[in-house]
């Protein structure tokens, strides 16, 4: 039987760093949001969207506010970088990348019938 090679990614210290980063902006974020502040909480999150965050939080957090605003074009430019970055993902297991691409699919579906509607 032939012995494959599988390559792991290893993470790096800087990518440790950055994941440090986000995950601390998005605590921060999830504050201003609960003082009523959606400017900073939008800019935070939308920073760890820029930089393809591995979680779900600030895209999902973008969306709903974005939703709540009637801001709807950017709400589905959020949703379709969301589902470009969980089908790239690498941190989390091929079901748990299936699951998460699909409940962000189902939301741009539900967004693209209400803007129809």
């Known amino acids: ?6 390559e792991v990614e290893r ?9 440090e980063a986000q995950t ?3 605590l921060e974020a999830l504050a201003f949001e609960q003082a009523g502040d959606l400017e900073q909480a939008i800019a935070l999150y939308e920073r760890n969207v820029a930089e393809a965050f591995p979680g779900d939080l600030p895209y999902g957090r973008l969306v709903m506010l974005y939703e709540r605003s ?6 589905e ?11 790239g993902s690498r941190r989390r297991t091929a ?12 939301r741009l579906k539900l967004l693209t019938k209400r803007r129809t509607a």
């Open 70 to 75: 009637g801001a709807l074009d950017e709400a």
């Open 95 to 106: 079901a748990d990348r299936r699951a998460t691409v699909r409940v962000f699919k189902n």
């Open 77 to 87: 430019r959020v949703l379709r970088r969301a589902i470009e970055v969980f089908e």
């Open 1 to 6: 039987m032939a012995s494959r090679r599988v």
């Open 24 to 26: 601390a902006r998005n």
């Open 11 to 19: 993470e790096t210290l800087e990518d440790r760093w950055l994941l």
